[in-house]
C-alpha cells in the first residue's frame, strides 16, 4: 500500500530537521570544495602543470569541446576579464559559487525559509546541466550527485509546500482594548 505525503516519515518535524541540517552540510561541504579549487586556480597560475592539468579538467567537465554556447560564453567572459583569462574567469566563478552554497548551507541549517527557496531554485537550475553531462561522460559519480541533488530538490519542495509559511508572513494580531 503506497504512503501518503502525510504519512512519510522523512517529513516528520524530528526528521525533517535532521534531513535539513545533514543536506547543509552537505551544501558547506560542496561549498568548501569549489573555495579551494576557486583559491588554487586564482593564485597557482605560476605552476604551469598544476594549471595545464586543471585547465583539462575544467574544460572537461563543463564539457567545452561539446558545446558551442558554452564556449561562446567561455570567450566572451574572457575577454571582460582580459587580464587573467579563463582561469580567471573560472576561479571567480568558483569563489562565488561557493559563497551562494555557504548562504544556502548556512542558511537551511539555520532553518530559514529564505534559503530553503533559494537552495531549490538553485539546486534545480543545475539539474539539466548535470543531466546533459551523464549524457555525454557518464559516470557513477555523477549519477549519485545529480540523485543527491534531486533528492534535496523534491525535499525541500515537499518540506515548502507542506509547512505554512511562518509567522513573519502574517500579520499580526491585534489586540483590541475596550473601555
Known amino acids: 500500500m503506497p504512503h501518503s505525503t502525510a504519512d512519510l516519515k522523512i517529513l516528520r518535524p524530528q526528521n525533517r530537521v535532521r534531513y535539513l541540517k545533514l543536506i547543509a552540510l552537505f551544501k558547506i561541504g560542496k561549498g568548501i570544495l569549489l573555495l579551494v579549487l576557486g583559491i588554487s586556480i586564482l593564485f597557482l597560475n605560476s605552476r604551469a602543470v598544476w594549471m595545464d592539468n586543471i585547465s583539462d579538467w575544467v574544460a572537461d567537465e563543463i564539457l567545452l569541446k561539446h558545446s558551442k554556447a558554452v564556449h561562446y560564453l567561455l570567450n566572451r567572459l574572457q575577454a571582460m576579464l582580459a587580464g ?21 548551507g548556512v542558511g537551511v541549517y539555520l532553518q530559514k525559509r529564505w534559503a530553503e527557496y533559494l537552495m531549490v531554485f538553485a539546486t534545480g537550475a543545475l539539474i539539466p546541466l548535470e543531466v546533459r553531462h551523464i549524457y555525454y561522460r557518464p559516470s557513477f559519480t ?11 530538490v523534491w525535499f525541500l519542495y515537499r518540506v515548502l509546500k507542506r509547512e505554512p509559511a511562518h509567522a513573519a508572513t502574517t500579520p499580526p494580531e491585534v489586540a483590541v482594548e475596550t473601555r
Open 84 to 104: 587573467g583569462g579563463v582561469w580567471r574567469a573560472t576561479g571567480f566563478l568558483s569563489l562565488f559559487y561557493s559563497a551562494v552554497l555557504f548562504t544556502e
Open 142 to 152: 555523477a549519477v549519485i550527485i545529480l540523485a543527491a541533488n534531486c533528492f534535496i
